[in-house]
């Protein structure tokens, strides 16, 4: 394999290359002009965001309504002493868990453009999305 050349970047745009090498040499900063303490929304969800949030609603109220029906339903027949069903009201009290915290901020991240979130979520959301 061969080293690039000085010819392999004749292509490039003159305005390309400088970017990239103020990019690269620290000298240009182009978030610095920015404040990313707002959220701000990705232009190609820009117009058809309510639909996402529509599809995100749905599942939320259905996954929080059904696994809280079964918690009360496990508990009103005091089911819980048997193990299996100790079982489904723990995986029940986890997937609410989701259901309420996990699919709203998914939701945000996929709508808006920067992370408003602070550093432990940033951390932490990755774990709580996978449940496995």
Known sequence: MRSPQLEDAKGIP????????Q???????YS????YSAPYLKPVVARIYPLFILLYAIPTALGLTLNVMIIVYISKYKLFRDVTHAFIVNLAVCHCVQCAFVLPITLMVMLIHNWVFGQFLCFFLPLLQVSR
Request: charged fraction near 30%; avoid cysteine.
């Open 23 to 29: 990019v690269l040499l620290g000298l240009k900063n």
């Open 32 to 35: 610095a002009t920015e404040d």
């Open 14 to 21: 003159e305005e390309f290359a400088e970017a990239v090498m």
